[in-house]
């Protein structure tokens, strides 16, 4: 099965400062890979993802991942925090069940921006 | 514009009770999904369908079912609430493939006592 793990359950930037969300991915196939944010009493919405090619991607919002094969890293990073940024980060992969597929997810980082 | 409902944000029930949490998408979307979040455990797989009336287990199955009579329609039951079952539970749709986003509603506060 696949899993996510993502290091550091809260981070504290200040507003100008480099965002820099870590994910870790354990997977026996090539993965795919997603970020999505969740502001507070709101569901979670997509920032970016990875499928294939690119392992650059530019998400919503500024924020952008890259993908690392060789460090199974996913992490996400936006060069210049804004107050709006503060809410709950999640990491997800595609994981495949006995007939079907889903999202697994970490356990999330909640994102913290101080002026 | 994708649209993914659920029939309640906040819901307030007894030790004991049956529990349905209804959620509803307009997108076509063959796979529908329930989790359940909670602070520090992010976000946790109960049940998906992949089709109508098809159902797999996700994680943590224990204490839940669910229904899936129409394609756009996918209940979550807690045929006996516990308040350990308090908790946010949400609901998503995607379409087939692993490559795909999931789409989430704003989920259900549930508290049990």
């Known amino acids: 099965a696949q899993s996510v793990t993502q290091l550091g359950s809260h981070v504290s930037v200040s507003e100008g400062a480099l965002v820099l969300l870590r994910c870790n991915y354990s997977?026996?196939?090539?993965?795919?890979l997603f970020w999505y944010v969740q502001y507070p009493n709101q569901g979670l919405q997509l920032l970016l993802k990875?499928?294939?090619?690119?392992?650059l991607v530019k998400g919503i919002n500024g924020f952008e991942a890259e993908f690392k094969k060789s460090e199974t890293s996913f992490h996400l990073t936006k060069p210049s925090a804004h107050m709006s940024d503060a809410a709950e980060y999640f990491c997800?992969?595609?994981?495949?069940?006995?007939?079907?597929?889903?999202?697994?997810f970490g356990k999330g980082t909640t994102l913290s921006v101080s002026s | 514009d994708v649209k993914v409902t659920q029939s309640s944000r906040y819901l307030v029930k007894r030790t004991g009770e049956k529990v349905f949490l209804e959620c509803v998408q307009d997108?076509?979307?063959?796979?529908m999904f329930w989790y359940r979040q909670d602070p520090g455990l992010g976000l946790r797989l109960i049940y998906f369908?992949?089709?109508?009336?098809?159902?797999e287990k996700g994680d943590i199955p224990e204490g839940y079912s669910v229904s899936r009579e129409k394609k756009e329609r996918f209940s979550l039951i807690l045929e006996s609430a516990s308040t350990n079952q308090t908790s946010m539970y949400l609901c998503?749709?995607?379409?087939?493939?692993?490559?795909?986003?999931?789409?989430f509603g704003p989920g259900t506060r549930l508290t049990v006592t």
């Open positions: 998503a749709s995607r379409t087939r493939g692993l490559n795909y986003e999931q789409y």
């Open positions: 997977s026996s196939v090539p993965p795919y």
């Open positions: 990875y499928t294939t090619g690119a392992t």
């Open positions: 997800a992969v595609s994981d495949r069940y006995q007939a079907g597929t889903a999202l697994i």
């Open positions: 997108m076509d979307h063959e796979n």
């Open positions: 369908s992949y089709d109508v009336k098809m159902k």
